[in-house]
């Protein structure tokens, strides 16, 4: 029987082995009379049954009583539900490894094994999440991982000494996680319904789910060069279709990008500090280009959290029977021939878009002299001898770029955006 992870996020709980992601279940409930709906049933009806639906049983674990009415004594006993669940989509019967969020305290990691040793899942080991991140992203020196919830993001500084990364201050924000933004996005999404079909898909509960359905297939769809995000909807008794513009979705969503920037701010020390954070919250409209200049951003693919735990095992399981929750791991380079299996490539940048037309990359020499574009190892980097600027930055050397970057050069008409260009 292989070892498992179970990568707690409640915006979407992974289990994860040797193999690579066995399932995901996001953290929602719905009660039912005795029964529990959970995970991705219990998403796709929540909008259906507002008052009948839990999604905050992992972010606010505990054994406080809840006066709902129903059998449920308190978000641990949801929680417990969930570990069956995830315990038979997963099909976990034997030791497994818990990656724990660094906003959980020591009281819910208690709750969490007692609950646990219940289950047909047997605990062997917890870790920090953000010090596999560290792990998976192989950083070398000072890193602030962003762990996207339900309810929050979570910022946990990061730095390495004696060959070991090691995990240090927390800072919660509450009211930014995918909750919020999927709220948001619904929005203005509506409003667009509402001013090009006279409809609101929002009037009713039915409707309003398969809104909300459909939002993470539109988000799919999104590319920074498009202008507008197509919105399709089809009821039992029409088909709307509406246009999002992209401008107005990015503005939409600034408010929750400042607050996110302005706690990453007094965190980062250098420009060699790293931002690690996963897709879900780089794919967010705009999000890339709102992170602060200079910092490297890194980009972890959706299993890298997972391996990082398989690969670290014999740091984190303790055989003696004692569980403690490991908040420090060596960090070992990859060969460099090996894959890069913690950065995500897919949203590594391929193209500028001056003015409303995308260019690749090496159409950068027609502007930059003796400049060169180097994509190994994970990273696009320019190399330009000249001055130019970057996010506002004179710079010359190398510099790395990122989605959502800001290139202007001397002989260009117009500044230049980094993208990405998909199918290319």
Known sequence: MSLKVIELNDGGIKIGSADGIVAESPGFAIIFGENLVLGTDAEQQARLHPTSSYNKYWHELSVEALNHGNHLRHTADIAFAHLLHLAEIGEIDAETIFAMPSSYNHQQLAILLGIAKQSPIEPVGVVDTAVLAAVAAEITGSALYLDFQLHQVVITQLSVSDGSAHSE???????????????????????????????????????????????????????ESQTNLVLELKTSDATHTAKLPKEGLIASLQGYYKKI????????????????????????????????PGASKVVLKPDAICQACIDSADSIVHHSGSIHWVKSLPVFANDAADEDRSVNEELLPTHVLMAHTALPLTA??????????????????????????????????????????VLQFESAPEPMTVIRVNNV
């Open 169 to 223: 201050a927390v800072v919660q924000i509450p009211g930014v996680g995918s909750q919020n933004f999927v709220n948001l996005m619904m929005q203005q999404a509506t409003n667009s319904f509402i001013e090009q079909c006279r409809f609101n898909p929002q009037h009713n509960g039915e409707y309003e789910q398969l809104l909300y359905n459909q939002l993470p297939v539109w988000l799919e769809q999104y590319n």
């Open 261 to 292: 920037a302005q706690e990453l701010l007094p965190l980062i020390s250098d420009n060699r500090t790293k931002i690690i954070l996963n897709k879900r919250l780089a794919s967010m409209p705009g999000f890339l280009a709102s992170l602060p």
């Open 364 to 405: 950068l020499n027609r502007y930059s002299v003796g400049s060169s574009i180097d994509s190994m190892n994970g990273f696009v980097t320019l190399d330009c001898k000249a001055e130019f600027s970057h996010n506002g930055h004179t710079v010359s050397g190398q510099q790395r770029l990122n989605l959502g970057d």
